[in-house]
Every structure is written in C-alpha cells, then in structure tokens.
C-alpha cells in the first residue's frame, strides 16, 4: 500500500509561522509536523510515499518520496491537490493523509487492515471531545456533523451541527482508497463545474458522495490525534503532550 501526503496549503490561520514555510514543516515538539506522519506511515510498514506540494514547494525535501505539485495550490483546495496523484490513486489502493495532523501508527495500521473490501474507508476520532474542548471555549463552534449508520457506515459528514448529539466522532483528515474509489471520486468530480472542484475540500467532497449513495466505511479510532490549524493549538499541544508524543 502507499501513501499520499497532502502538502500543497499554506495554512495562513497559523500567521507568521507559514510565512517563510509551508504548515507542514511547522514544528511541534521539536519535531516538524511532516517528520511525524512519515515516521507513522513508515512504522507502520508503508514504504512508498509521495507528496503533493504547492506553497513554498522546495521547502519541501524529503529523501526516498515522490513529488507532485500543485501549481494552482493559492486557488485551489485540498481536493484538486489529491488530483494531482492521480496516477498514484488508479493503480493501488493508497492511504490519504492531510498534512496538518499528528496520529500514531495505530492509525494507519487500522485503515490498512480494516475494511479491506471497502473502496472508501475513513478512521473517526472517537475521542474528539476532549480535545475540542481543550480547543474551544464551545466546542460546537468548530466541530462537524458525523453519523453513522447501523452497520458502521458514515450516514452524515462536515454539516453544521445544533448539538452534540449530532457528533458521533469527528473526521481525521486520513482516509484509504482503492482504484475503485478512486474511479468512484472522478466520476463524482466529473460531474462539477471546475469551480466547484477547485475549492471542494475533501469533507464536501465525502459529503458529495453520501448525497449520490456511494458508501463510505468508518472505523472508530480511539488512540492519540491532533489537528493543528492555530498557534493556540500548538501551544496547547507543547504544554499537554510533552513526554507523550
């Protein structure tokens, strides 16, 4: 199996941390936040890599992986960047990974072995409320709708939620596909108007698929994972997971 790391983002809520370098190289803990998701994907037996660059794309430079690049990463979103490892995606199943989150290998070893006839398979944080609410004064603000199915399937994903009730887990930003749900995705994609796809995220993006009936496999997850979009949250992070991660 490989891995897709979706780089090409600047992450501007980050401010002056991305000025000079792509989020992904943000250091958290004294290790950068793409060192981190290598040494996961490596530890948990993943050997080929490639990386999907886009904002300060040679800052980027990581022996023993493949590149793409973005080059309309400014105008574009995480979806167009996952395009761009197309010919990546058409040939064997491949984990997915945003580049703004820490987990551990469990992660990747759980979607590697999980569901392994499933064409979309995504991992859900079942400890997600403790972090948002370490993260926000109400965590309601920031989380997603997630539901799932009686059979552990997802059911909803990435609305706006009125209550907790409706937040069974949230979304980790990692996510396995087959060729075939790759084939799935590109007809899906096919069917917008490239405005539509330059800005879709991959949540809208899952979120489109549920509308057309496709099935999306959830797996609960219950180990360590960190989202990173503000310098509040790595200065929540550096004080909480010191000695830990």
């Not at 004294?30 to 490596?42: F, N, P, S, V």
């Not at 491949?94 to 551990?104: E, G, K, L, Q, R």
């Not at 990692?174 to 879709?200: H, K, N, V, Y």
Request: charged share 25%; net charge negative.
């Amino acid at each position: 199996m490989r891995a897709i790391l979706l780089a090409a983002g600047r992450g501007s809520r980050l401010g002056e941390l991305t000025e000079e370098e792509p989020k992904c190289r943000t250091m958290l803990l004294g290790k950068r936040l793409l060192d981190r998701q290598l040494e996961a994907l490596r530890a948990a037996g993943i050997r080929e890599i490639a990386i999907v660059r886009g904002y300060r794309a040679e800052r980027i430079r990581v022996e023993g992986v493949a590149y793409y690049d973005n080059a309309q990463w400014a105008d574009t979103n995480m979806v167009a960047s996952l395009c761009c490892a197309a010919s990546w995606l058409e040939q064997e199943p491949c984990v997915v990974s945003y580049t703004d989150i820490v987990y551990s290998p469990a992660a990747i070893e759980l979607l590697a072995r999980g569901a392994a006839e499933a064409d979309i398979v995504i991992p859900y944080s079942t400890q997600w409320r403790a972090l948002w609410e370490a993260r926000f004064h109400d965590p309601l603000t920031d989380a997603e709708t997630f539901r799932l199915t009686a059979d552990g399937g997802v059911a909803e994903i990435g609305g706006v939620p009125a209550a907790l009730e409706e937040v069974e887990g949230q979304f980790m930003g990692l996510l396995r596909l087959t060729p075939g749900g790759w084939r799935t995705i590109r007809t899906f994609l096919d069917g917008c108007s490239p405005a539509e796809q330059a800005r879709m995220d991959v949540t809208s993006l899952l979120a489109g698929l549920l509308g057309q009936g496709v099935a999306i496999t959830a797996l609960p997850y219950d180990g360590v994972w960190l989202e990173v979009d503000r310098a509040s949250d790595l200065q929540l992070y550096e004080q909480r997971y010191q000695g830990v991660l």
